[in-house]
Structure formats: structure tokens, C-alpha cells
């Protein structure tokens, strides 16, 4: 049995995407920092080829992929090539109460995947 981690944060709600993403806006809630999250997972990913992780927000991934130099944009891409992260499900944001329907369903799938 193998154990495969991952992490959701939600792209919206009490506070903005973008505070969401750097961590900052914590005020006693959320104080969740998601570049920080890809910063260390990759990190770790790239020690260990045995180490697997699930990415469901493909936003936050998209914010933190277009932040990175070159260099550790190819370093990334070989992770992902190498099987050690899976995209489930690959839409846009995780379809909750953000997409009430099929028609928003639909195209946040699409947006998502466009990116990757």
C-alpha cells in the first residue's frame, strides 16, 4: 500500500486567490500559503523518484509553474513526466458550489485543461 499525498485550498472564499497563494490575509483563518506547498513538494519530489503527489487546483498550479525560472520549469516537467504527479481530475478549480452546473462543469474542465 502506498501513501499519496496531496493538498486542496480552496481558489476563492474568505480570501482572494492571490492571498490564498502567497499566504498572506491571514487574520486567524486560512492560513494556508500554497507557493510555499509546490515549493516544497517539488522540492522533495525531486530527492525521492519513489515519492508520488496529487494536484487538484490546477490555478494554484498554473500561478506557481508561471513564476518559476527556466531551469526549474524543466526540472518540474521531468517530475511530471516521470509519473510522480498526477493531475485528478485537471479542472480549473475543484468542481464543488464553484460550479453549480453542467455548462460550468464543463468548461472549467476545459480551462484546466488548456493549461496543461
Avoid at 476563492?12 to 491571514?26: L, Y
Avoid at 487546483?57 to 531551469?71: C, T
Avoid at 479542472?91 to 496543461?116: K, R
Amino acid at each position: 500500500m502506498h501513501l499519496v499525498p496531496y493538498s486542496w485550498n480552496k481558489v476563492g472564499g474568505k480570501k482572494t486567490i492571490d492571498q490564498t497563494f502567497t499566504g498572506t490575509e491571514n487574520k486567524g483563518f486560512a492560513h494556508a500559503k500554497v507557493e510555499s506547498i509546490f515549493d516544497t513538494v517539488f522540492y522533495q519530489l525531486g530527492k525521492d523518484p519513489a515519492r508520488r503527489y496529487t494536484i487538484i487546483q490546477i490555478k494554484f498550479f498554473q500561478m506557481w509553474y508561471s513564476r518559476l525560472e527556466p531551469k526549474r520549469k524543466e526540472e518540474v516537467k521531468k517530475i511530471i513526466h516521470d509519473g510522480q504527479v498526477e493531475f485528478a481530475q485537471g479542472g480549473w478549480v475543484s468542481p464543488d458550489e464553484a460550479c453549480p452546473n453542467y455548462e460550468d462543469f464543463i468548461l472549467n474542465i476545459a480551462i484546466g485543461q488548456q493549461f496543461l
